[in-house]
């Protein structure tokens, strides 16, 4: 069984900055791909980042690209996405789910994920 869990949510105003975390326990972490999700209310679940197990691979929603970064330290089994110039927009609850049959290239589609933790609510104020 595996377990993830998001921390680092919170209440940020417009251009500030978060940094989320995702830890896993119960199955190596190592050898499987991790993205993020979010979903705001009245809204789908729609796909922010994905990194690969290396961490050489990423891709990012086009909405992100230049203000989030993800990354990976495989030793303590955590995902990070450090998110800057937040928008109000991106107000919603920010998700990490793992990928177990694509190591290599992280999915954009939520359905290809095989484990997800209980979400962080992040807020942007304007």
């Known amino acids: 069984q595996v377990q993830l869990v998001e921390s680092g949510g919170g209440l940020v105003q417009a251009g500030g900055s978060l940094r989320l975390s995702c830890a896993a326990s119960?199955?190596?972490?190592?050898?499987?791909?991790t993205g993020w999700f979010r979903q705001a209310p009245g809204k789908e679940r729609e796909f922010v980042v994905g990194?690969?197990?290396?961490?050489?691979?990423?891709n990012y929603a086009d909405s992100v690209k230049g203000r989030f970064t993800i990354s990976r330290d495989n030793a303590k089994n955590t995902v990070y996405l450090q998110m800057s110039n937040l928008k109000p927009e991106d107000t919603a609850v920010y998700y990490c789910?793992?990928?177990?049959?694509?190591?290599?290239?992280?999915?954009?589609?939520?359905?290809?994920?095989?484990?997800w933790g209980q979400g962080t609510q992040v807020t942007v104020s304007s």
């Open positions: 789910a793992m990928d177990l049959a694509t190591p290599m290239t992280p999915s954009v589609s939520p359905g290809d994920y095989d484990y």
């Open positions: 119960g199955r190596p972490f190592i050898t499987y791909a």
């Open positions: 990194i690969s197990w290396s961490g050489a691979r990423t």
